[in-house]
Structure formats: C-alpha cells, structure tokens
C-alpha cells in the first residue's frame, strides 16, 4: 500500500497517488481540480481532502484507434466519467466492458514517462459483482 501526504497541489497529476477533493467551508460545495476559492461563492476558505476513490459510473466510451504512443498495449481503451462518493465527477480510464451504473473504485497505473518519473493514470475498475 502507498501512503502519501496530502497538499493541496498532490495529486496523481504531480506523481502522487491520490484524488484530491476541494470542499468550501462557508457553502459546503465540492469540485475536483484545486483551485484558491470556491467555484460557487469565492470564498477562499478551502479545504482539500483525499478522494476515497470509489463510485458508479455514469458514461463510458470505448476508443479503438488510439494514437501511437499514448499507451503502452494496442486495442481498445475505455474512458469512463466517474461520479465519487464525495459528490464529484472525475474522468479516467477503465475496462473496455465497463458498464453504466456499475460500481468503481480508483487503482493508479504507473505508465514510464520520458523523464525518470513514472507518469500515474487513475483506471477504474469493478468494485463490485
């Protein structure tokens, strides 16, 4: 198991395997993707905790030609925007079989980047049966 420090600007973008979730103290509104105040009434009074990772999907595409070079198997890669327990909808990849409405939760692929740093990708899989 990784354990990771949570900052505000770590999360599986910067290496760390990790969904960041921003919450506003003063109006209680959730998003995905850090920002300094709250999209809904600019409060600045922020608060940024780590994503369980679970979820149900709520659409899928499958995408059969994919580019050379942006993964690391040919064939077909499903996409799947994913509605999180705390209220947020993030994107990442998925089975080619993921179905709408099935339960998810988020592992972190480690893909070889160009530098030394392995890129993650948030995948979602099945969390149930």
Do not use: K, N
């Not at 809904?40 to 679970?54: H, L």
């Not at 064939?75 to 990849?93: F, Q, T």
């Not at 099935?102 to 995948?123: K, M, T």
Request: aromatic residues 4%; charged residues 20%; contains cysteine.
């Amino acid at each position: 198991m990784v354990t990771t420090t949570v900052t505000p600007d770590r999360d599986w973008t910067t290496g760390e395997p990790v969904i960041l979730v921003s919450r506003c103290r003063s109006c209680a509104h959730r998003w995905y993707i850090s920002r300094d105040a709250c999209p809904a009434c600019g409060s600045p009074d922020v608060v940024t905790v780590p994503a369980a990772g679970t979820g149900q999907v709520v659409a899928h595409t499958t995408v059969h030609r994919v580019a050379a070079g942006a993964v690391d198997e040919p064939g077909p890669v499903g996409i799947a925007l994913v509605d999180l327990d705390e209220g947020v909808r993030v994107m990442g990849r998925c089975a080619p079989e993921t179905v709408v409405g099935s339960p998810v939760r988020v592992v972190f692929l480690i893909r070889p980047g160009e530098s030394d740093q392995p890129a993650l990708l948030p995948f979602f899989e099945a969390a149930g049966p």
